[in-house]
């Protein structure tokens, strides 16, 4: 092939942009503007290659419309907005960024949890509206991370940075469901053990989500699983959107059916279900797990080398299919 054709969907870093420039005739969106399906399937006409960033919805309706497309790259671990069998029946080579941030996630995902266990959104806010008036002895009391026992959710790469942090760094019990067990030598490294999802639910006081989100994911967490978890206990979500019934947990928390929630992911975001935004005891972030400079341009330099790569004849570094 001459110069490859690529389409970088989203706005990315500077340099990034240059690096491709060099090997291929790159497109760009610089403005960030959330193009619609239709604008995206216009701009990838004779495009080889496309950078997306986790949003953008790469189905059969899309590749049949463009058929010079040979591979897309997310510049993200998860691919939901991914249909790989879709993609692998077109011929296109999908690929996504596992790895690089894997480590930043984890550090999220602890001080999501932290900050929701010590309610430290709750607090600050009634300090900044001038309601702080005097110390009490129960004043925004939490429950502890040191040495109460860690539910973790998905064991993967990102699940078991966590359940060394918690093990490890803050003397935690971690236990652990997931689709298969972690070998022995891991189980050990992670110091988890591994339960069934209802004895995860009853026992953990606080409880980590890092499973993929697929149909079988979908709502992993409802009115039942609330229901089983402690009272005092707090559910952390940093996996993706829908893994969580958003309406079923703004009910849990303001019931107290639980203590509290920490998300960093929503259903149908960038929307958040208004009934969260009603209740005080949920920390809310906008999907920032990963985001550090550094670990940002790796996940945006991983998505790049794998097309660069694949579109020079060589395999992808991280393929899907
Ligand atoms: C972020 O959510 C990712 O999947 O990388």
Redo the contacts with the bound molecule.
Sequence with gaps: MSRPKILISRAVFPEVIARVEQFADVQTNQDDVLWTKPELIARLQGMNGVLTT?GERIDAELLAACPDLKICA??????NNFDVPAMTAAGVKAT??PDV?TET?ADFGFALLMATARRMTESEHYLRAGLWTKWSYDMFAGSDIHGSTLGIMGMGRIGQGIARRGAHGFGMRVIYHNRSRLEPVLEAQCKAQYVSKSELLTTADHVMLVVPYSAESHHTIGEAELALMKPTATLVN???GGIVDDAALARALKNRTIAAAGLD?FEGEPRVHPDLLGVPNVVLTP?I??ATIPTRLA?ANLAADNLLAFLSGKPALTPLN
């Design positions: 986790g997310n510049m993200a671990v998860g691919y996504n960024a941030l996630t940093i996996a993706r992911v999907h797990a990963s996940m």
